[in-house]
């Protein structure tokens, strides 16, 4: 017995020594604390705090004015209809890349794999003049597209184009990795049990990654929302009708109206913050869904 | 049903799982594929439930062409090596899957459905825990939720796939028995994949020896143990002992055949002899001047048959022995000691064929 105790104290002693060479002395860990905490706040917290400031600078009725006035709300619609748009669309197409790529074998993945990455890898500017090189007057569709009075540059569909293009990956890159990892082995015992291809999609695949899809979405919303260099190049920036919220704040700035282009700012930074604490509770889910595997 | 593999050959790449194997699994029968890993055994499994499509042969259902049939309409039932449970359902709606993703037509009413559940939980002893997520479940459990899954849809073959490869050795024993328990009462025609020569010889009626994606042996248990056609299978089913021998006598099961074995290094040698480690007598002093001397040089001494690791000096080779309790307790030997050995078991195979 006393023998036992004492082992027990020594190994005590161990795991306390163990503890102390993996942690840096109190100093050290209150400084780079401190070092991280000031730089958030530096490029974080006080540009939020002054966007809101700015946009309540002049009171509430102007606040409230700047997001009702025509435009703006024309903005915010157009902003709301191209992410209702694009959003369930690159969720379709997100779904049905990530469930070829991470459940199937086939010549060209790596390939697709590729190619769902380039929208990271193109500047967003570039992504809009694609368009209008291909959609453009002078583009290659150009000419038909105006004789068949079809309007897609400086207009609605360019708009979603451009944003579909740029939100492309959220949602496949999300699901890859999470499929990838849960391998096909459910999947291969639907399949023995009797299940068709598609109840084996809706009822083994899908259930599986629910949370790491609402993730993607939600990330794609943001992007999808909030995205300036591709809209600006397809837009054309006709106020009330191609003029999406990032779009408008620009145009209320360069015309010195502060404190409206802080309004309207000011609700995309609040989309911001939603899609954080979106992203935090989701993120969580998320973990457990690639954790929870029956091995 | 019976299951047949004609001439069954399949690559990944330029490696071979499988060539020219031929099967036959008769019906009812519990058969063990067993092999080291990547002598193609899971290969073979996977063909025959349709996971996985042959390059060359044919697979045949009760004497039916079943090559190109698809996998969900061959009825087999399979389990999976890490369980494949479908993590977010519950205990209960794993084991209706099966049921409730039939064609409207054929699908049982959900008091049923809700029957046989609930007879199969109560066949694997898990009543109580339909509502658990696979989660919360122990490995033993999760193995015996796969197999009810399997048995749900009332499949003509149950094909399992190392069933027991990840479970602690006490488990790895219960469920055993319980399974083999299982086949003598519903007598579906069994195949499982195995590497585990124990568990291939205590649980099935047939066992298939595979070693580098050919078939090496198919016997009862007792045949492959007692009859080995070659070292490998002799070699795999258990512990060995080799013998470099001095007469090219091959094929004959020798007995007292210490006659035939060379003590001496560096003399030409044609055949080599097998010996079980417990067919290996230990002594204090040499019977016959063909007894062997060796050094002691571990003692294993739990267990049922006390373990005595031995180096011959004349040739440098070390020698297992086990023997009985009570001759051990007799002997009283210690590590260092100079012994005598003498095989009484020696067995040898053609001479180009070797471990």
Known sequence: MQNQSLSLDRFSVGAGAARNALTESAAVRWLLTGLALAFLALILVIPLVAVFTQALDKGLDAYWAAITEPDAMSAIRLTLLTAAISVPLNLVFGVAAAWAIAKSKFRGKSLLITLIDLPFSVSPVISGLIYVLIFGLQGWFGPWLAEHDIKIIFAIPGLVLATIFVTFPFVARELIPLMQAQGTEEEEAALVLGASGWQTFFRVTLPNVIWGILYGVILCNARAMGEFGAVSVVSGHIRGLTNTMPLHVEILYNEYNFAAAFAVASLLALLALFTLAAKTLLGKKVRQEAQTTTK | ?355
């Not at chain 2, 290969?43 to 009760?62: C, K, Q």
């Not at chain 2, 090559?67 to 479908?86: I, K, M, P, S, W």
Request: include cysteine; proline fraction near 5%.
């Open chain 2, 1 to 355: 049903m019976s299951i047949e593999v004609q001439k069954i050959t399949k690559k990944f790449g330029t490696y071979t799982a499988l060539d020219q194997v031929d099967l036959t699994f008769p019906s009812g029968e519990l058969v063990a594929l067993l092999g080291p890993s990547g002598s193609g055994k899971t290969t073979l499994l996977r063909i025959i439930a349709g996971l996985e499509t042959p390059d060359t042969g044919r697979v045949l259902f009760a004497g039916e062409e079943a090559t190109n049939r698809h996998v969900r309409e061959r009825q087999v039932g399979f389990v999976f090596q890490h369980y494949a449970l479908f993590r977010h359902m519950t205990v209960f709606e794993n084991i209706a899957f099966g049921l409730t993703v039939r064609p409207r037509g054929e699908r049982p009413t959900k008091a049923r459905i809700r029957d046989r559940v609930m007879k199969l939980l109560g066949l694997i002893q898990l009543d109580n825990l339909a509502d658990r997520y696979p989660a919360q479940l122990s490995g033993g459990q999760r193995q015996r939720v796969a197999l009810a899954r399997a048995l749900a849809t009332e499949p003509k073959v149950l094909l399992l796939d190392e069933p027991f490869g990840s479970l602690d050795a006490k488990v790895r024993q219960e469920l055993r028995r319980w399974l083999r328990r299982m086949h003598n009462e519903i007598h579906v025609t069994s195949v499982f994949v195995t590497h585990d020569q124990e568990e291939a010889l205590e649980l099935a009626d047939r066992v298939v020896v595979m070693n580098q994606a050919k078939v090496e042996q198919v016997g009862t248990p007792e045949e492959v143990y007692e009859n080995p056609v070659n070292p490998f299978v002799f070699n795999f089913l258990g512990n060995v002992n080799l013998f470099h021998c001095r007469d090219q006598v091959a094929g004959e099961f020798w007995t007292n055949s210490a006659a035939a074995i060379s003590a001496s290094a560096g003399e030409k040698v044609g055949t080599v002899g097998y010996a079980r480690p417990f067919d290996i007598q230990i002594s204090r002093t040499a019977d016959t001047n063909e007894d062997i001397a060796a050094i002691v040089l571990f003692i294993q001494g739990a267990g049922a048959l006390p373990r005595i690791e031995m180096r011959r000096p004349d040739n440098g080779q070390i020698v297992q022995a086990e023997l009985p309790r009570d001759r051990f307790r007799q002997l009283g030997l210690r590590i260092g000691e100079r012994v005598f050995i003498r095989p009484t078991n020696v067995r040898v195979f053609e001479p180009n064929y070797r471990i």
